[in-house]
């Protein structure tokens, strides 16, 4: 191991622990307000990227606007999934709804995924406008690309950090989180905060999408891993946890995931990720945070 | 001919996929999206071994199921003690994770596959054809039915069901809910595997496409489809997706590639569909061929011997139970009256009901306390102590519970009665302090470990398994019961079979104190809130448990009911229990005449009847606020 691959490792880490960082706090926001299991985050992220190659390619939209129409159509795809699928099996279910979301978000992913592929075709699709020439700080390269995609990132994450304190739509939201029968009492009404909350984790997750379209390609199965890595990073660092907690916890299982390339070959960085996982749950019912839990755990 | 044989077999074998993921998020409401993914493990493994070492078609399956089951063990250990999120972000970190090392490890065949894999092979014989491998799957498959359900339609089964409705409600009945979940898992994951070593065998490749998140997902959908915790349901389910790919290639034409884009969108669409309109699928839970013929095969349940005689005994004294004692106000205005009536019918109640259940067995002390005798507390509570972050809920309190008594625990809202009640049964875990049950120490037991030593408790929001029946739901809470393990349930039949008539026909008793008999079939989402807590009391009652905690039995009861609750309360110490109830309802304790203790800001600062409560004036103003 030398030094140089360890810090491209490093900056390669930041920059997908950032986007996994964008991922993770809006599907945080999305479950912890909600309760929805909302897998089908998948179809407001692939469907962005698609929208916005699309509306550029067919129509020449310029990229700042076909950028605007990915994020809409997300916008527009997540608070449908919520009016249309969630809320009325939430109203029949009630509170064991879990599961039967889960299972309907399943349906709406596979059948997404399947429907891009018929109407798109399986191949990838570009979206070009944002510069990708490269830099380097000593040895250590990147894009013009990635330092516009972590600022995005950032200040989007710190935006959404100062408006749900700051802001009244934000402290309602929060409200809503803590006590939603609270909130029902002193006149929030929950359904139009839901739908606030799938809006914005919706266009995050957009941009998010677009981002890695430009940089990479949007693909009919690109959503999975996006919103597994969003999953995950929003239970290692917890679902109602602070967004800058959650960028945390995001940021570290990219260097993780990244450095673990110092030692491994990259298709087994999976595993790495995967036992970070099944650690941390291991561990999570023991409150390894509490040493004094701790203790008295393993004394049980 | 060949070709439809063919589709039949992959019925088969999807069939044993959907079966045993029907046990786990039907039966036991844990979502898996890693189904496929443990088929892969098996699959692989009996692929590596046919392929590579050149090991016959059935050590493979063999030493293929044993790895999954291990695997499926080990993989769910962690996730399962925590919430049902983390199942389904552990099992999508698992699909992930198998795909990825089978694309990754050349010895495995990449992302094109494993090849070279025999024949299955039976006794020396290749099974070349599709019809020559249908009589082993068949059997198989017909041996994987039979297994699941057995599991399922059990005692066994049964307390998945509960752990799905309610895990914290299963603990306190004394079941090792975690203990469960990894057997199911691990169970489910080794038929998975088999499925997946099959299906491996029959087409000769291993692939990682075939074990996909999607392949999951349609996996998911067969058991939707056919119904949840309905396993003729999963068979149908499989039937029809699989079937769904060769209806779309031939019959519509569309082409391979395009068909096999449509089923999934279909098959997407429908699952959506299906959950908003239809969550119970198209044989939904509960029905059967028997269900469809009920006119002929009208089940009934088998009426025990105390039903006639305690109804002629609430007839001769002008109530039939258990409408009787709510109608009672009614017809007898005078508050007193009412009472002097449910006392009466609570009397008779009882005398029958408790002769009956003192002669079939014993409930917890074989003797019936006489009230000459001095007696000994059951629980002795010393110095508990438990704060909530800088909340003091529970500040050093001190709690005898004499036994075969009824003992109140009364005080404000907030006051940590029904914390305290948490730190007794293990829900809570306390700073510090004593809970000794019958001199041992329950101090950090689970709560079904306590459950077990004899003290279990019902919650003040009934917490009863509102899918199964009122019956189900007391028969679940015997403890000890031999068809809830897997080896009484494979090697003692018999005695499985002679217990689960005993569990019920005193579970019947259980309902009929409490009044319910006629309701055991019911399902317990469609008794009054009363019945259910009356139930609960049934509930509890059936843990053999001696010591009870009662968490509000009459809030939010109809007063109507409250005298049959008292009625039944009264009755309890008779059976050898000793009782400690959390209430608000002063008339209700002052009825049932037990000691009070007084809680304010978690502390007892007094013990009194209500009697002596309503004299005294500080503690009237502590609890009334006048």
Redesign the interface.
């Known amino acids: 191991m030398n030094l140089h691959q360890f810090f491209q490792l490093f900056v390669n880490g930041t920059i997908n622990g950032s986007r996994y960082a964008l991922l993770g706090v809006s599907f945080a926001l999305i479950i912890s307000v909600t309760g929805r299991f909302h897998l089908a985050y998948v179809l407001s992220y692939t469907l962005a990227a698609y929208a916005a190659s699309s509306t550029a390619d067919a129509w020449g939209f310029p990229f700042p606007l076909a950028a605007l129409a990915g994020i809409i159509v997300a916008i527009a795809v997540g608070v449908a999934i919520e009016v249309v699928v969630y809320r009325p099996i939430a109203r029949k279910a009630g509170g064991s709804a879990l599961l039967t979301i889960f299972v309907a978000a399943l349906g709406l992913t596979i059948a997404a995924e399947n429907a891009i592929r018929l109407t798109w075709g399986s191949a990838s699709e570009n979206l070009s406008g944002l510069p990708r020439n490269g830099l380097s700080i000593g040895d250590v390269t990147f894009t013009a690309l990635d330092v516009i995609s972590l600022i995005v990132f950032w200040v989007l994450i710190v935006g959404l950090t100062l408006f749900l304190q700051r802001t009244r739509q934000g402290r309602l939201i929060t409200a809503v989180r803590v006590n939603p029968e609270m909130a029902r009492v002193v006149g929030i009404d929950p359904d139009r905060i839901y739908l606030l909350v799938f809006a914005i984790g919706s266009a995050l997750g957009g941009v998010a999408a677009i981002l890695f379209t430009v940089k990479y390609a949007a693909v009919p199965d690109m959503g999975l891993d996006a919103v597994f890595k969003g999953f995950l990073v929003a239970f290692l660092a917890g679902t109602a946890s602070s967004p800058t907690r959650i960028a945390g916890a995001a940021v570290l299982l990219g260097l993780v995931e990244s450095l673990s390339g110092l030692w491994l070959k990259a298709q087994w960085s999976p595993l790495v990720v995967f036992s970070v996982l099944f650690i941390y749950l291991t561990l999570l019912p023991l409150d390894f945070w509490r040493p004094r839990r701790l203790v008295s755990a393993f004394a049980r | 001919m060949e070709y439809q044989i063919d589709i039949v077999n992959q019925i088969l074998i999807f069939a044993m996929f959907a079966l045993s993921l029907n046990l786990l998020?039907g039966y036991a409401?844990q979502?898996s999206?890693a189904h496929a993914a443990f088929g892969a493990v098996g699959g692989y493994a009996a692929g590596y071994l046919s392929a590579k070492s050149g090991l016959g078609f059935a050590p493979s399956v063999l030493i293929a199921v044993v790895t999954s089951l291990i695997a499926g063990t080990l993989?769910s250990?962690?996730?399962l003690?925590?919430g049902?999120?983390?199942l389904?972000?552990?099992t999508?970190?698992?699909s992930?994770?198998v795909i990825?090392?089978v694309?990754?490890w050349s010895k495995l065949g990449g992302a094109y596959g494993l090849l070279g894999i025999q024949q299955m092979n039976l006794f020396g014989h290749d099974l070349p054809d599709p019809s020559d491998k249908f009589p082993l799957l068949l059997v198989l498959f017909l041996i994987v039915f039979a297994f699941c359900w057995r599991l399922g339609e059990s005692p066994f089964g049964r307390l998945l069901k509960a752990i799905r409705?309610d895990e914290l409600a299963t603990r306190s009945l004394g079941k090792n809910v975690y203990a469960y979940k990894v057997i199911v898992f691990g169970v489910t994951s080794a038929i998975a595997g088999l499925a997946g070593a099959l299906f491996v065998y029959y087409n000769q490749l291993a692939s990682p496409q075939e074990f996909s998140?999607?392949v999951s997902?349609?996996i998911?959908?067969m058991v939707?489809f056919g119904g949840s915790a309905n396993l003729f349901g999963s068979v149908l389910g499989a039937a029809l997706i699989v079937v769904s790919g060769p209806v779309l290639e031939k019959w519509v034409s569309l082409g391979e590639e395009?068909a096999a884009?449509?089923r999934?969108?279909?098959?997407?669409?429908?699952?959506?569909v299906?959950?908003?309109l239809r969550?119970q699928g198209i044989i939904p839970e509960r029905s059967s061929l028997r269900g469809w013929l009920s006119p002929l095969f009208r089940r009934r349940a088998p009426t025990p011997a105390l039903v006639p005689e305690l109804s002629a005994a609430m007839a001769g004294a002008g109530a039939p139970a258990p409408t009787a004692t709510s109608a009672a106000p009614e017809n007898a205005p005078a508050f007193v009256g009412a009472a002097q009536l449910g006392a009466v019918t609570s009397g008779l109640r009882q005398d029958v009901a408790q002769d009956r259940l003192v002669q079939q067995r014993e409930i917890g002390v074989a003797t019936l306390p006489s009230t000459a005798t001095v007696r000994e507390p059951v629980l002795v509570v010393r110095g508990l102590r438990k704060s909530f972050g800088g909340i003091t809920a529970v500040d050093g309190v001190d709690l005898d519970l004499p036994a075969g008594e009824v003992t109140g625990l009364i005080g404000p809202n907030g006051a940590g009665k029904s914390t305290l009640f948490g730190l007794f049964t293990g829900f809570l875990?306390p700073d510090a302090g004593t809970v000794l049950l019958r001199g041992t120490d329950v101090r950090?037991k689970s709560p079904d470990a306590v459950a077990g030593l004899g003290m279990v408790r019902s919650f003040q929001d009934v917490r009863m398994f509102q899918g199964l029946t009122v019956l189900e739901n007391v028969m679940l809470a015997e403890p000890r019961q031999p068809g809830e393990n897997l080896g009484g349930l494979f090697l003692r039949p018999a005695s499985v079979s002679s217990s689960e008539r005993r569990v019920r026909e005193h579970a019947l008793e259980y309902l009929a104190f409490v009044g319910l008999v006629e309701k055991a079939d019911w399902l317990t989402a469609g008794l009054a809130y009363a019945e259910q807590k009356l139930a609960a009391i049934a509930r509890v009652l059936a843990t053999g448990a001696e010591v009870l905690l009662l968490d509000e039995p009459t809030s939010g009861v109809d007063p109507r009911w409250v005298d049959s609750v008292a009625a039944v309360i009264r009755g309890l110490p008779a059976l050898g229990k000793t009782v400690c109830i959390v209430e608000h309802n002063l008339a209700f304790l002052e009825k049932i005449g037990a000691p009070c203790y007084f809680m304010e800001a978690g502390k007892i600062t007094a013990k009194a009847t209500v009697g002596e409560l309503m004299t005294d004036e500080r503690l009237r103003k502590a609890y009334f606020g006048v």
Do not use: C, D, H, Q
């Open positions: 998020l409401g979502g999206i993989a250990l962690p996730a003690r925590l049902e999120e983390y389904i972000l552990l999508f970190a698992f992930t994770i990825s090392i694309i990754a409705e998140v999607n997902i349609s998911i959908a939707v395009k884009l449509w999934l969108l279909l098959y997407g669409a429908a699952l959506v299906l959950m908003v969550p875990r950090g």
